[in-house]
C-alpha cells in the first residue's frame, strides 16, 4: 500500500509472500519521493 503527499491510500501491487512484500517496500522507498509505503496483510480466501 501507499499514501502520498495528499494522504490518499492506493494498492500498488498485491504478491503472495511477506518476503517479496517486504522487499517491495525497500525498494519503492529508496526511490525517495514523499509517499510512504506499507504491507496490508489479508487474510487468505484458501480453505484451512
Same mark, same amino acid.
Given at each position: ?9 492506493? !494498492? =500498488? $501491487?498485491? =504478491?503472495?509472500?511477506?518476503? !517479496? *512484500?517486504? *522487499? %517491495? =517496500?525497500? =525498494?519503492?522507498? *529508496?526511490?525517495? /519521493? $514523499?509517499?510512504?509505503?506499507?504491507? %496490508?496483510?489479508? #487474510?487468505? %480466501?484458501? #480453505? /484451512?
Amino acid at each position: 500500500m501507499r499514501t502520498d503527499d495528499n494522504a490518499n491510500e492506493a !494498492e =500498488v $501491487k498485491s =504478491v503472495t509472500s511477506r518476503c !517479496e *512484500a517486504e *522487499a %517491495l =517496500v525497500r =525498494v519503492y522507498e *529508496a526511490r525517495g /519521493h $514523499k509517499q510512504s509505503y506499507w504491507i %496490508l496483510d489479508v #487474510p487468505s %480466501l484458501r #480453505p /484451512h
